[in-house]
Nanobody
Framework: QVQLVESGGGLVQPGGSLRLSCAAS????????MGWYRQAPGKQRELVAS???????NYADFVKGRFTISRDNVKNTVYLHMNSLKPEDTAVYYC??????????????WGQGTQVTVSS
């Protein structure tokens, strides 16, 4: 069973920074796109940023210039560096990965979510 484990969320003041991590493990042959989504209370889940296994990135307009996504293909880990955080960035952040399993073929997997709260 593929597992995505997230870490790094928490409470931060406006203008502050956080780094989220998401490590994928178990039954992994390769990982194509990895990404971060977020969901605020009462809102739909939305894409924050994504990165291919070749390093090509895509960002939502509302985080461009503030957030940076990166990945370590050896560790099967994706990171989200968040700077200049705003109260409207408050949400549960979810890791997502397009995985090719050693047994069982392709699978889109989600992490359990990590809370990010931006407040003074």
């Amino acid at each position: 069973q593929v597992q995505l484990v997230e870490s790094g969320g928490g409470l931060v003041q406006p203008g502050g920074s956080l780094r989220l991590s998401c490590a994928a493990s178990r039954n992994i042959f390769s990982i194509n796109v990895m990404g971060w989504y977020r969901q605020a209370p009462g809102k739909q889940r939305e894409l924050v940023a994504s990165i291919t296994n070749g390093g090509s990135t895509n960002y939502a307009d509302f985080v461009k210039g503030r957030f940076t996504i990166s990945r370590d293909n050896v560790k099967n880990t994706v990171y989200l560096h968040m700077n200049s955080l705003k109260p409207e960035d408050t949400a549960v952040y979810y890791c997502n990965a397009d995985i090719v399993r050693r047994i069982g073929g392709r699978l889109t997997s989600w992490g359990q979510g990590t809370q990010v709260t931006v407040s003074s």
